[in-house]
């Protein structure tokens, strides 16, 4: 049920600085249950997280099982970012297989953000087929432009396209239509942020009952796609 | 501006696209279209197509009658269910001068020099229209010659919100509302409206150029759809005597960004200052925009007491008998504050009939007009002295009248543009002048035995 959306956290319950800045950016997230230190727990390897964020400040040794154990996992390992106090960075040393990136503690907010987005981009550009991202159903081809829903063509816009192309390739994040409307259309447009709406309703018709779910309305706030396990977003 | 050009070619030759259909209207509101295939595409992208445009009404003098169709490649879109076995699309064109100069007399420009106003002022304009049409047995395809004389027969004699079964009209409706869908043109509702075989299609914001795009598209589709069933589909205003005609009310909004400008918190009716002055201008220019939004002769038979028209210039909460009217919004609904316009019909042209509105409505707002007191009573009700007392005005009776009114107005000669204003006057007054000059059956039924 987990989407590809989703941070897995560790340790459980994560330090609240880490949470905080994961909030801020916006990203949905669980935490990694079992026993860490015995580098198990059925969650790590079922499911597929768009990344993992290890926080090594308390127990450096559990965090690096941890590591190991979401690397030997199941299928493609997600992408790891680790949060490490300047203390401890020796125990990184020659371990460099274990981590793709890290940062230091305390947490930068910005920074955190930062590391997520550029390791998630890189994330999606390396897998067997870098121009074709998918989600739930959706396959955009990046290369050719067209986007298809259960192996069903859909016939976009261009702008139609370039909005879902954005939202597929930033899943779980949360973003206002001003912020859309700048990174997606970059200039003054008739519509204003308004068209944000109109374009996710048209998105939404053409997507079809069943996958207008994967574009989320958050409440006063703005839009996510890939918040399909909780039900279908209304406008 | 590379990118969406790239993508209509990739996905021109991705979905094996055989045509491409060039849209652009003519002044009267008419669809016109190129069809080139995609070997042309490239070139039509990059430079526009050649065409005389002194063939399209309204369009270029003949002395400079060659005239560019350039496609705006952001309104690319196949046509899915209007393909038979051929792939097309369409591209929604923009009419310039051969040295690129955006065309005076194309309605596309009309409403773009419009919004740009709008949005000088910070605003955007976003319109929602119900589409009222007719669906009529054809005795063949539509333009036949023997199609236009008998008066036109309905399929059905079914009425308001009636849930009909097996009903072709219905049917037609709900697959013209599905290929609307799957163009991305949300449907808000649909329903079977009063008259026999009359149906409405309701359609959900957008941005009023897109909207002028979306309502020439949804008026092919209706009518495309229904000529393969045998069926003729007819937005003409008025086409049967006797029960209702088919309007195009239009719910109209102005934003701010992100915030409803007709919206505010304190007002009792929730209603802005900017709401209450885009009513008070649109009120008092109504009667200046009619021959635009109302264009044809037979407009002017729905616009009469007695069927739910709008005949007298005012304002109500809900009353439909009004001029505009502020629907209610559910409590919190502050983004759906809007007004809705209930003059048109759905046989105007959309770039103009918005321009024109728009323009009336922002002068109030910029001009600070007063609106008057909401309407309280029915005004169907009253009597001609009563409604002189409270200072209502009628629309114009006549496609005549509101031609005169038109040709009076300084805001809306602006609004058009010289040149479309010059030619639509022109020739609204000659199709009036023809009106007035035929004999017809009324006049021989009534008249003949007797006098």
């Keep these: ?235 | 501006m590379e990118h969406p050009k790239d993508y209509v070619l990739r996905t021109v030759e991705e979905r094996r696209v055989r045509f491409v259909q060039l849209w652009f209207t003519d002044v009267l509101g008419a669809p016109k279209s190129i069809q080139i295939t995609p070997a042309e595409l490239e070139v039509a992208l990059d430079e526009g197509i050649t065409f005389d445009g002194s063939s399209i009404d309204g369009f270029s003098r003949v002395q400079e009658s060659d005239v560019l169709a350039r496609p705006d490649a952001r309104t690319f879109q196949l046509l899915a269910h209007l393909a038979d076995g051929a792939p097309t699309a369409r591209v929604v064109c923009d009419i310039v001068d051969l040295d690129g100069t955006p065309l005076d007399g194309d309605p596309r420009q009309v409403l773009r020099r419009a919004l740009d106003r709008a949005r000088d002022l910070g605003f955007s304009f976003f319109a929602a229209p119900e589409m009222e049409y007719f669906y009529f047995a054809g005795p063949g395809r539509p333009g036949d010659a023997a199609g236009g004389v008998a008066p036109p027969v309905p399929l059905d004699h079914g009425s308001y919100f009636d849930l009909t079964t097996n009903d072709l009209g219905s049917e037609l409706r709900r697959q013209t509302v599905l290929a609307l869908e799957e163009m991305g043109i949300p449907v808000g509702s649909n329903q079977h409206e009063d008259a026999p075989s009359q149906h409405e299609v309701d359609l959900r914001y957008t941005d009023a150029l897109t909207m002028a795009d979306t309502i020439m598209t949804v008026r092919v589709v209706v009518k495309e759809l229904a000529a393969r069933r045998g069926v003729i589909a007819s937005f003409m205003p008025k086409p049967l005597a006797g029960v209702q005609g088919s309007g195009m009310h239009l719910h109209l909004s102005l934003f701010r960004g992100d915030t409803n400008a007709f919206y505010d918190e304190e007002d009792d009716h929730h209603l802005s200052g900017v709401a209450r002055r885009f009513i008070a201008g649109v009120l008092r220019h109504a009667r200046e925009l009619t021959a635009v939004t109302n264009q044809w002769v037979n407009s002017y038979k729905r616009l009469i007491v007695g069927y739910e028209a709008p005949v007298y210039i005012s304002w109500a909460r809900n009353n439909r008998s009004a001029l505009v009217r502020v629907p209610p919004t559910k409590a919190g609904r502050r983004d759906s504050t809007r007004i809705e316009y209930r003059a048109p019909d759905p046989a105007c042209n959309p770039y103009l009939a918005l321009a024109t509105v728009r323009t009336a409505g922002l002068a109030g707002v910029e001009r600070g007009y007063d609106l008057p007191a909401p309407l309280v009573t029915n005004l169907y009700e009253l009597t001609a002295d009563e409604r002189r007392a409270l200072g209502i005005e009628a629309l114009p009776g006549s496609l005549g009248d509101a031609v005169a009114e038109l040709e009076q107005s300084k805001l809306m000669a602006d609004a058009l543009g010289e040149h479309v204003f010059e030619w639509f006057v022109r020739n609204k007054r000659a199709e009036w002048n023809d009106y007035k000059a035929e004999v017809t059956p009324f006049e021989l039924h009534r008249y003949l035995p007797t006098l």
């Design chain 1, 1 to 235: 049920m987990t989407t590809a959306a989703t941070l897995l956290l560790w340790p459980h319950p994560p330090p609240p600085a880490l949470v905080r800045c994961v909030d801020l950016a916006g990203y949905a997230w669980k935490a990694a249950a079992g026993d860490a230190g015995a580098g198990t727990g059925p969650p790590v390897t079922e499911g597929s997280w768009a990344a993992a964020v290890v926080s090594a400040e308390a127990d450096p040794e559990g965090a690096v099982a941890f590591c190991r154990a979401l690397r030997r996992g199941n299928g493609t390992p997600p992408p790891l970012l680790l949060v490490v106090g300047a203390g401890h960075l020796p125990a990184l040393d020659v371990r460099e297989q274990l981590w793709d990136d890290f940062c230091l503690s305390p947490l930068e907010p910005q920074e955190l953000e930062l590391r997520l987005a550029q390791l998630l981009w890189r994330a999606g550009r390396s897998g067997g087929h870098p121009e074709l991202v998918e989600h739930g159903g959706l396959v955009l081809n990046r290369e050719t432009y067209q986007a298809a829903v259960a192996g069903r063509p859909l016939d976009l816009t261009y702008m139609e396209y370039e909005l879902l192309k954005f939202l597929a390739t930033h899943p779980g994040k949360v973003f206002t239509r001003e912020a859309l409307l700048s990174q997606v259309w970059g200039y003054e447009y008739y519509g204003g942020a308004r068209t944000v709406d109109v374009h996710i309703r048209r998105l939404r018709a053409k997507l079809g009952e069943e996958h207008a779910g994967l574009i989320g309305t958050v409440r006063s706030v703005g839009y996510r796609f890939g918040q399909a396990r909780w039900g279908a977003g209304t406008a």
